[in-house]
């Protein structure tokens, strides 16, 4: 089955940091793109962060850039999101999701997502 | 970066009712648009991909239309598992954006 399974969420303090991981199976890891899309509560979806296959492309969105590191290690077929610096408004359902669809960048696969909640 | 504006923000139909919903993008993006479906708690499920491609186990009362800046995505005849919030999404150019939403209630 393929699947995306995010951790490492939680409860932190304004300025503090967490890591999120995202594990992945049932298919070839190492051969997409992986993405961090994030949802406010009672909010819509912000693209975070991007990453190519072999982590030679890195993309931020301007919101987390300088703050959040985007990386992975296709030997254990796993996405990371470092996220230091934090602030209320990155609370959030945080997602990965990757794109498989040839010629399309869309997200086919989603994980059920990690909630991050940013407070003191 | 490229803005996208989804109509209306929601939207009240009736099982087997036709819905469009529109999103306009700020600058051209060619075929480089998505569309998707989230239900409360959970995560978004890819209905349209390329425009008008539908995804792979998706019902075909789904499809996806436009190219360049305008976009619609046509639901043929609401059924009840519908009923939920539809994004836009441009893959254009980073940074990639979404559109705000569209909620499909009951009427």
């Known amino acids: 089955e393929v699947q995306l399974v995010e951790s490492g969420g939680g409860l932190v303090k304004p300025g503090g940091s967490l890591r999120l991981s995202c594990a992945a199976s049932?298919?070839?890891?190492?051969?997409?793109?992986m993405n961090w899309v994030r949802q406010a509560p009672g909010k819509g979806l912000e693209w975070v962060s991007s990453i190519s296959s072999s982590s030679s492309y890195i993309y931020y969105a301007d919101s987390v850039k300088g703050r959040f590191t985007i990386s992975r290690d296709n030997a254990k077929n796993s996405l990371y999101l470092q996220m230091n610096s934090l602030r209320a408004e990155d609370t959030a359902v945080y997602y990965c999701?990757?794109?498989?669809?040839?010629?399309?960048?869309?997200?086919?696969?989603w994980g059920q997502g990690t909630m991050v909640t940013v407070s003191s | 970066d490229i803005q996208m504006t989804q109509s209306p923000s929601s939207v009240s139909a009736s099982v087997g009712d036709r819905v469009t919903i529109t999103c306009r993008a700020s600058?051209?993006?060619?075929?480089?648009l998505a569309w998707y479906q989230q239900k409360p708690g959970k995560a978004p499920k890819l209905l349209i991909y390329?425009?008008?491609s539908l995804q792979s186990g998706v019902p075909s009362r789904f499809s996806g239309s436009g190219s360049g800046t305008d976009f619609t995505l046509t639901i043929s005849s609401l059924q009840p598992e519908d009923f939920a919030t539809y994004y836009c999404q441009q893959a254009n150019s980073f940074p990639q954006t979404f559109g705000q939403g569209t909620k499909v209630e009951i009427k």
């Open positions: 999701a990757t794109a498989r669809v040839r010629g399309s960048r869309a997200f086919d696969i």
């Open positions: 049932g298919f070839t890891f190492s051969s997409y793109s």
């Open positions: 390329a425009a008008s």
């Open positions: 600058q051209g993006i060619s075929s480089w």
